[in-house]
């Protein structure tokens, strides 16, 4: 068996609910193996890893806080240690506190600021150097339109994501020569927990195709990354966001 289809286990961060939970199913249904990851919710990360075996893939789930730098490292190298290093990586989990800056709580920047930025960094960290010696594998950053253009109402959102383009493109120029490609997903509003009824009703008017998108939209992006059709695509940024930029 060739190393590649020996193993192909992706991890997705964030993969209890929501967008993550829309990758983790699809990249199954494309034939990999999943890690799935949650912070806390360990019963809606057990029906993602169910819905993984019904669709014939193996899942084995991981629960850390992102924000945690050792929690994560631990868990990570444990889980690489028993399964080999991960074809890809979608570093998907991610919050937002929305407000003006003038309004935010100390806490609104920080918590967002470490999970999402910070929390790329805990995850990709122990990830990178098992996948360079393999000299393969996909890295797909889940950044937003808010980091693309910056949101009113999300500072701390907008400069999180941003950021993670940023690092992604970074990362990207690191990592070509050893056959690891790195790009981001950028969403517009898509139906998920994250969304309230306000962005709903602020954000829909300015989107072209006048709808919010599904996970399964978002899913299907990541996908294509993944798959060895996107072999030479490296360092983009692909917004999946009905026309919003
Ligand atoms: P959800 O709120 O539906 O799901 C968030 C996921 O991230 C959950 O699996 C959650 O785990 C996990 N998570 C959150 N915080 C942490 C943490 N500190 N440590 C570990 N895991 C954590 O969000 P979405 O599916 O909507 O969002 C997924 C990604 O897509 C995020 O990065 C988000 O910023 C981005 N995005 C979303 C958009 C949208 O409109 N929905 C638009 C643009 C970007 P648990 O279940 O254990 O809490």
């Known amino acids: 068996m060739s190393d590649n289809a020996e193993n192909r286990t992706i991890l997705v961060t964030g993969s209890s609910r929501g967008i993550g939970r829309?990758?983790?199913?699809?990249?199954?249904?494309?034939?990999?193996?999943?890690?799935?990851?949650?912070?806390?919710?360990?019963?809606?990360?057990?029906?993602?890893a169910a819905l993984i075996r019904e669709a014939g893939r193996s899942a084995r789930i991981l629960s850390f806080d992102v924000c945690d730098r050792d929690a994560a490292r631990r868990a990570i190298e444990d889980d690489i240690a028993a399964g080999g290093a991960y074809w890809g990586v979608v570093v998907n989990a991610g919050i937002n506190r929305d407000g003006t800056m003038a309004a935010f709580s100390d806490d609104d920047w920080d918590s967002v600021l470490r999970t999402d930025l910070d929390g790329f960094y805990n995850v990709m960290k122990p990830c990178i150097m098992p996948m360079a010696r393999k000299r393969r594998g996909r890295v797909v950053v889940m950044s937003s339109v808010s980091g693309?253009?910056?949101?009113?109402?999300?500072?701390?959102?907008?400069?999180?994501?941003?950021?993670?383009i940023g690092a992604a493109k970074a990362l990207a120029m690191e990592l070509a020569s050893r056959g690891i490609t790195v790009n981001a997903v950028a969403p517009g509003l898509i139906e998920t927990d994250m969304i309230t009824e306000e962005n709903r009703e602020r954000i829909l008017p300015l989107i072209p195709m006048r709808r919010t998108g599904r996970p399964e939209e978002v899913a299907a992006a990541v996908a294509f990354l993944m798959?060895?059709?996107?072999?030479?695509?490296?360092?983009?940024?692909?917004?999946v966001a009905g026309g919003l930029v």
């Not at 798959?227 to 917004?239: E, H």
Request: glycine letters at 8%; one cysteine or more.
């Open 227 to 239: 798959s060895d059709a996107a072999s030479y695509i490296t360092r983009a940024v692909i917004p």
């Open 22 to 48: 829309a990758i983790a199913l699809r990249l199954a249904r494309d034939g990999f193996d999943i890690a799935v990851h949650c912070r806390s919710n360990l019963a809606e990360a057990e029906k993602t």
């Open 148 to 164: 693309i253009v910056g949101t009113r109402g999300q500072t701390n959102y907008s400069a999180a994501k941003a950021g993670l």
